[in-house]
């Protein structure tokens, strides 16, 4: 599977020490922005359905400081604090942040934190607890190890380097591949496009290129057409 991807956000008021952070990341191999906010507000409601591996995180902002904000997230992903600010190290490190960095940040510092937050990540990866009679699975998403239903699935979609798991209530991001899925979940799970797997028990309508899960329009891929056919034997493709 290589070496995972670090996704991370930027949280950061200031416009000139959040593009430096952002040329930083685009320059550091396997790390990946997700988004970039001068507004932390935006950012909470962001990571209430995003998560990402680290925040790059300003202490000093309007509204809402660094410490008020982890405060809020209460340790829901690691966090490199980024300020001009020494004295709020010591609170920094009662949050158990990875990194805290001085500005003006040199690149090799940065790189530094980088390497931090992998080794916190490093044994996180390519853990996935699977059973093809089990009723449920275990994925690491977040962290921790979450326990998901399999007749609670709606589908699941390949994006970039991890996994999203979709069931009606919410979407779980795992650092998977999608072949794992594909060879080990039960029977009712089919691959019907490169970026997409769906439990058959959910399929709303079928057509000869889309498949509907709830409300979800999934294309189906020409290779895997035949996956459906055998399912569906009046499917004429």
């Known amino acids: 599977m290589g070496t995972p991807t670090i996704n991370c956000i930027i949280v950061d008021d ?31 409601h962001y990571l209430e359905t995003c998560k990402p591996d680290v925040i790059f995180l300003d202490v000093q902002m309007p509204e809402l400081n660094g410490i008020q904000f982890m405060n809020i997230l209460n340790k829901n992903c690691l966090v ?21 960095l001085l500005k003006p940040i040199p690149f090799e510092r940065f790189i530094l934190a980088v390497n931090k937050v992998k080794e916190k990540l490093d044994n996180s990866y390519s853990k996935i607890e699977l059973n093809e009679n089990a009723p449920h699975i275990f994925i690491k998403s977040e962290h921790k190890y979450i326990k998901i239903f399999c007749q609670e699935i709606l589908y699941l979609e390949g994006l970039r380097d991890y996994v999203a798991i979709h069931t009606k209530e919410r979407k779980y ?43 979800k329009q ?18 004429g493709v």
């Not at 490199?80 to 805290?100: Q, R, S």
């Not at 799970?189 to 000869?208: G, L």
């Open 80 to 100: 490199v604090l980024t300020t001009a600010y020494p004295e709020y190290a010591i609170n920094a490190f009662d949050f158990d942040v990875v990194d805290y």
């Open 173 to 215: 991001l795992t650092l998977q591949s999608m072949k794992s899925f594909e060879s080990i979940l039960s029977k009712n799970f089919t691959r019907v496009h490169k970026s997409y797997i769906i439990n058959t028990n959910k399929i709303t309508s079928i057509s000869k290129n889309l498949v509907v899960i709830d409300t």
């Open 218 to 235: 999934i294309p189906i891929g020409a290779v895997y057409s035949q996956n459906l056919h055998q399912i569906f034997k009046f499917l």
């Open 14 to 44: 200031e416009p000139l020490s959040a593009n430096l952070l952002e040329s930083y990341v685009s320059r550091c191999e396997n790390t990946h922005l997700l988004e970039k906010f001068n507004n932390p507000i935006k950012a909470l």
